[in-house]
């Protein structure tokens, strides 16, 4: 569907109605059709400079097919995003009613955005912009009333931000970085980044191959941006519309009108990279629709594959601006810090022996040796864990990462030495 088309199928509704008026032809926004905006909108609704909406017809339209899109609102599903053919009534300050002859489409099935035109009546375009504004604004998610976690793309259950900061074992200077880098934004650099003009929006990724805490961290920094009052945003691809950069853009919508500092949190960025998805990825991140919050965003993204991010978006900073690497255990105190938090009270000195072993796993790994050893000992009715139970899982979980990583590597190499992700899960 040419844009074209559009407008001559407007055009000549308008001299079939009004042979005599002028209309101006503009680009229009897709939302006016969105039903989302035609249900809530009411005919009466005041706008902008003293005119009033006074409710819209559906014309009868050969050129278009009209199709919505639908989905969740306040636990509801609702109809969205439609194309189709409409005139749109309003009454000026005067009592003078007028018409506008609007039309939206879809240009391929590949393009989700609607494109549309509309057809205004000459010095009518201020009533008519508010209108767009109005439908705009009721159409976004808006984050009105305070909640503490909004999930876009899922349900709650898909995020979980209870994770205490110091559970997260990590090197100390690692995560006093990360953590000075979120609340140096918060607390000084959103101030800092409106006396140059900037949007307050800072980026950083959290990389690494599976299982180094990279989820865990999230959740850490999601618990501590509720507690200093900030919101927190969490995209999901768990559910059946995947990574998709519609998420990304209602993600950023709902950060740019949130009245609090937010936490946009974004796992496996990667996969949001796709096909013609990343250069309006690279779009949004710096330019004009990247989220202007005054009080202070921030995303964080994370990803086991960051060479499939774009060149682009690693070099020029500004795009991401902070790259950390979440790294596997990188020695023995950190390794002996990791095993006593996961042998809990029924840890014993013996056991350090271990802690070689398991320098260069990632932190998953300790986890299932000290829940595997625990559990067995349970199950022998054993009071204690014995370092032979704890040496006997090390072996047994390395034995079993080993055989897989040989059957995957011999269907498919990797290159990452952690087999792939959604293959292998600690
Ligand atoms: N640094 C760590 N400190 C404490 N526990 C950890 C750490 N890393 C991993 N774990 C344990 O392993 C589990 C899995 O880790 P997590 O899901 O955070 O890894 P990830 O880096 O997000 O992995 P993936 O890249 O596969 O998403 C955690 O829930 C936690 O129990
Ligand atoms: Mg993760």
Redesign the pocket.
Known sequence: MQYERLVEWAKSVWQERYPDVEALTVWASGDCSNKIAQSKIKAGRRLRGKARYDGFEVLECDIITPISDCGLRNQRVVLTATSGAYAFRFIDHKGETFEVIYISSYFDDDVQDLTAVALVPEGRLDTWSAFEGLCSKTVRPRIKRRRDVYIIGGIDAFFDPS?EWD????PDDLKRKISDDVESFFNEGVGIYKDLKLAPFRKLL?A????????????ALAKRALDQKRLVVYVSGADRDGASFDKIQRAFQAVASAKFPTLLIV??FDAYLRGDDKARILNVLDGVESPNNAKGSMLLA???YPEAIDERLVKRPGRLDRIYI?PP?QDETQALA?LK??MGEHWDESHSVITPDLVDQ???????VALQARMLAAHNHQREVTLELLQQSVRNLSQQMKAERDFLLQRRPTGLGFGN?RDR??
């Open positions: 994770v559970d997260v074992i990590l959290l690494g191959v599976p299982g180094t805490g990279k989820t865990m961290l999230c959740a796992e496996e994370t990803t086991n979440i255990i990791m938090h996961y990632p932190g998953a790994f300790v986890r299932e992700k899960r600690f």
